[in-house]
């Protein structure tokens, strides 16, 4: 029986195994990256796209991009994506970073079949439904307006509150401005 009130020895690590990762560069330029964990009954991919923000129109672009990818393709709504995901116990999910958006995937390999096609379905053939948009814009709004009430911060100056303040703004207005018809 183990005795938890003494603590256990301890041990150097002597040696660590880093499985080889083999690198790839397809004919598009994209480079891929595999590690091969054959002990395991799983798959998952995960992309990483630089997205630059600085370039964009709209520095939002990418992060409501990222979060609209599962809400609906041209074959599934995303409540038909959800429950197959979830049937075949499979994970989908994509966030967007200041420089970069990310989109993993998981899957048991004894539904790669049934999973796999949803994942690449929903990467290049998401429709971005207008009434999906609304939500998530109206949901984006609150949490920023939630996060700007509870922020505390040591103002120095005047010129440090104005530029708060102004980029605050800028913010707002694009959170708040009526998509493009």
């Not at 989908?92 to 796999?116: A, I, M, P």
């Not at 505390?152 to 509150?161: A, R, S």
Request: a negative charge; hydrophobic letters at 40%; proline letters at 5%.
């Amino acid at each position: 029986m183990l005795n938890r009130k003494q603590a256990p020895q301890y041990k150097s690590v002597e040696q660590i195994y880093l499985p080889e990762v083999n690198s790839e560069t397809l004919d598009n330029g994209i480079k891929v990256h595999l590690l091969d964990g054959c002990t395991q009954d799983v798959a998952k991919i995960d992309i990483l796209v630089n997205t630059e923000r600085g370039n964009l129109p709209n520095r939002l672009i990418p992060i409501f991009a990222a979060k609209m990818l599962n809400e609906g393709t041209t074959k599934h709504t995303a409540q038909q994506l959800a429950e197959k995901f979830g049937f075949y116990g499979a994970y989908f999910q994509s966030v967007s970073g200041k420089d970069n958006s990310y989109v993993s995937f998981l899957s048991l390999n004894k539904h790669l079949e049934n999973t796999l096609p949803l994942f690449a379905e929903a990467l290049s053939e998401s429709t971005f439904p207008q009434s999906e948009f609304e939500i998530q814009r109206q949901r984006s709004l609150n949490n920023f307006l939630v996060n700007l009430d509870n922020l505390i911060l040591p103002i120095p100056g005047k010129e440090f509150c104005s530029c708060i303040y102004i980029g605050t703004l800028n913010i707002l207005e694009a959170i708040t401005a009526a998509p493009d018809t």
